[in-house]
């Protein structure tokens, strides 16, 4: 398989992936702010740092608030990390990979490019942009249903997963340091009193809540909540099950070692997460490392498998 191909259905997957988890990320956020007591304050510049585009940000916008944020992460399209310009670069290399792709998922990236581009007026309101939130994040989903359904299982597919998984595990690893510096940072003492909330929101977030208490069958509490999302290696949004299939899918490919080897790396740090007793409110140092050495890995398999003199769109 051309190495071109592959990076193209590689990021393909990665940046529909992202658009999801954006979306996810910022509605939990909504959500939470929305079921908390109306006295508790709310660190809407934490979404930012999550991101890593404080700089970005700031040269774009004098103040800091929920609209200037929500407008930055959705629909600003000088921001490389936003919704919006994840989304575009999806629907292109769709485009530009049909020889391989179904073309279904091409007529619903279209409805999706459409649907997102009549909606950004909503992203002001609080409960419209969740409903256009939760809108994206089902035709993601539909799109991935296209692609497992009806695509063989090849090396283009094999891409498609990795991609995927690895975009996975970096947004939910956000996803977790997001709620874990609103623990830490958050400057109302009322946001202690109500960490059940806080943590049920995330599961919320990413379609887990339903699984943590068939499994854990007990309250909500942060430990329990980090344990089942970094090491439950059923659960197809969890830390572990990414880097699991992360590495059945590179054993499929063509001389994987290298690769395999970081990603075994991976996956046993995440395995001796019970015994490091981190605490809830300092588990994004954890997940900063984590996403380091994501990083690590997809360097790996670019320079494995895909054109170094190639830069994808």
């Known amino acids: 398989?051309?190495?071109?191909?592959?990076?193209?259905?590689?990021?393909?997957?990665?940046?529909?992936?992202?658009?999801?988890?954006?979306?996810?990320?910022?509605?939990?956020?909504?959500?939470?702010?929305?079921?908390?007591?109306?006295?508790?304050?709310?660190?809407?510049?934490?979404?930012?740092?999550?991101?890593?585009?404080?700089?970005?940000?700031?040269?774009?916008?004098?103040?800091?608030?929920?609209?200037?944020?929500?407008?930055?992460?959705?629909?600003?399209?000088?921001?490389?990390?936003?919704?919006?310009?994840?989304?575009?670069?999806?629907?292109?290399?769709?485009r530009t990979s049909l020889d391989v792709l179904p073309e279904e998922a091409w007529e619903q990236i279209n409805e999706l490019h459409l649907m997102v581009k009549g909606s950004l007026s909503a992203i002001g309101n609080r409960r419209r942009r969740q409903n256009m939130l939760l809108k994206i994040m089902e035709r993601c989903q539909c799109i991935s249903g296209i692609i497992d359904n009806h695509m063989s299982r090849n090396h283009a597919y094999d891409f498609i997963q990795i991609g995927k998984y690895i975009e996975r595990a970096d947004m939910t690893s956000r996803i977790l340091e997001m709620t874990?510096?609103?623990?830490?940072?958050?400057?109302?003492?009322?946001?202690?009193?109500?960490?059940?909330?806080?943590?049920?929101?995330?599961?919320?977030?990413?379609?887990?809540?339903?699984?943590?208490l068939h499994e854990k069958r007990s309250a909500v509490t942060a430990d329990?909540?980090?344990?089942?999302?970094?090491?439950?290696?059923?659960?197809?949004?969890?830390?572990?099950?990414?880097?699991?299939?992360?590495?059945n899918y590179l054993n499929a490919l063509p001389e994987p070692e290298d690769p395999i080897v970081i990603q075994q790396q991976i996956l046993e740090n995440l395995n001796a997460y019970r015994s490091c007793n981190i605490p809830a409110d300092e588990i994004h140092f954890f997940m900063d490392s984590f996403q380091m050495r994501l990083m690590e890995l997809h360097k790996k398999i670019s320079s494995k498998w895909f054109y170094p003199d190639f830069e994808i769109i």
């Open 1 to 94: 398989m051309l190495s071109r191909v592959g990076e193209r259905v590689y990021w393909m997957a990665r940046y529909l992936e992202r658009v999801e988890n954006t979306a996810r990320l910022i509605n939990v956020h909504t959500a939470l702010l929305m079921d908390l007591p109306k006295q508790n304050e709310i660190n809407w510049f934490t979404l930012i740092k999550i991101f890593n585009s404080e700089r970005a940000y700031h040269e774009q916008y004098l103040r800091i608030h929920e609209k200037n944020i929500m407008h930055f992460l959705v629909a600003e399209m000088n921001n490389a990390s936003s919704l919006v310009q994840a989304l575009m670069q999806a629907r292109e290399n769709i």
């Open 180 to 212: 874990s510096l609103l623990a830490s940072d958050t400057p109302s003492e009322q946001v202690s009193k109500h960490q059940g909330i806080l943590w049920a929101n995330l599961l919320k977030a990413i379609s887990a809540q339903q699984m943590y």
């Open 224 to 247: 329990k909540v980090l344990d089942f999302l970094v090491t439950d290696s059923a659960l197809p949004r969890s830390l572990s099950f990414a880097l699991a299939s992360i590495g």
